[in-house]
């Protein structure tokens, strides 16, 4: 059975990393999500996709540059659909804290080796406080990330994104010990997924909102995907 993963919560519908995301997500009785995260000035994982603030909260600046008291005050409904009411980019801490979720796909970006060690170390502390580490995998495309994971946060479940075939996603997956594969549609073919499925990895798709799609890779045998729309996925798989 192919599980679905909320992306960003529920981005088609909601807000993206927002807590009315998450819930829209949770509300179609989808308890997987993937999220983003960063550290703030103060050592604090927010959840927001980009390094800057201006496409969700049209500010200027970093989010690494303020701390997170600042951040958490910061409306981030300007890149998603219409929505009433203000919606703070929230705390990774938050989200564990009042969201249920089964599984979550925690995305780290790129960073440097300072910065990949500080995040990890992070969300490892904050998963064991809330009694997750069996419940997150930590996802990037970064070396300098993955790196880190091994090194330092061994018992977290570790998975390659990877939206380019300029190196071997499979080879690259196995190499940094990672348990799944975040692949893009794009580069999901049926030799591809037998070879990673056959390495003992989890396989997931992003991002697939197109329903005949979705039966395409369903069919085809992936593990999960990861969707704008869980409500849609729901009502397809």
Not at 38 to 56: A, F, N, Q, Y
Not at 79 to 103: M, N, S, T, V, Y
Not at 109 to 118: D, N, Q
Request: net charge neutral; aromatic share 6%.
């Amino acid at each position: 059975m192919t599980l679905i993963y909320g992306h960003r919560g529920a981005k088609g519908e909601a807000p993206e990393n927002t807590l009315a995301s998450f819930q829209k997500c949770l509300d179609h009785g989808v308890h997987r999500c993937e999220l983003d995260l960063h550290l703030s000035l103060d050592g604090e994982l927010m959840v927001i996709h980009d390094p800057t603030l201006k496409r969700t909260t049209g500010r200027r600046g970093k989010v690494a540059q303020q701390n997170a008291a600042d951040l958490a005050g910061y409306d981030a409904r300007q890149a998603g659909p219409e929505w009433k009411q203000p919606c703070p980019i929230p705390r990774l801490a938050e989200l564990f804290e009042q969201c249920d979720f089964e599984h979550w796909q925690l995305e780290v970006k790129s960073a440097s080796r300072e910065r990949a060690a500080r995040t990890v170390q992070a969300i490892d502390k904050l998963a064991r406080q809330y009694n997750l580490l069996e419940r997150i995998t930590v996802t990037s495309s970064s070396r300098a990330v993955l790196r880190a994971l091994n090194h330092l946060t061994p018992d977290i479940s570790r998975g390659l994104v990877a939206e380019y075939a300029w190196l071997d996603p499979v080879k690259v997956a196995t190499q940094y010990g990672c348990q799944l594969l975040a692949l893009n549609w794009t580069l999901c073919t049926p030799g591809r997924l037998a070879k990673a499925q056959q390495q003992g990895l989890h396989v997931s798709i992003w991002t697939v909102n197109d329903t005949a799609l979705m039966r395409r890779l369903a069919d085809m045998g992936v593990d999960s995907i990861i969707t704008d729309y869980p409500g849609r996925a729901v009502s397809v798989l």
